[in-house]
């Protein structure tokens, strides 16, 4: 019998550690990826990182957020959002425990992450 499909809290290849991810999509979705993770305390990006898509949207649900895109600080308190080029490099780390939403623009190929609906 398959799996049931659900969400997971695989960490994505895009890096990260110290997160927990969930895909709030379903996986054949290809315009738009929403993601939820939850940051414990000290976790981060693991390093700088880009994505092969468009656009990232992240809203900060709970906590606050460091995030750097190519080198421009950006600090997010709970409530704030932000955009910005998915290829931009940009690293991220927080001092507490956290909750981000994350849309990804157009969706990444399921080949390129680990998480599953």
């Not at 110290?18 to 993770?37: C, D, K, N, S």
């Amino acid at each position: 019998m398959a799996p049931k499909p659900g969400p997971t809290n695989a960490e994505p290849e895009m890096g990260g550690h110290g997160i927990e991810e969930f895909l709030l999509m379903p996986a054949e979705e290809r315009h738009v990826q929403v993601m939820r993770t939850i940051l414990r305390p000290g976790g981060s990006s693991g390093g700088a990182y880009s994505l092969e898509a468009e656009t990232v949207f992240a809203h900060l649900v709970r906590g606050t957020l460091r995030l750097s895109v190519d080198g421009e600080p950006r600090f997010l308190e709970a409530g704030d959002a932000t955009a910005f080029s998915a290829r931009a490099a940009r690293v991220w780390d927080n001092p507490g425990e956290d909750e981000v939403l994350w849309s990804i623009a157009p969706a990444l190929p399921l080949s390129r992450t680990r998480l599953r609906p």
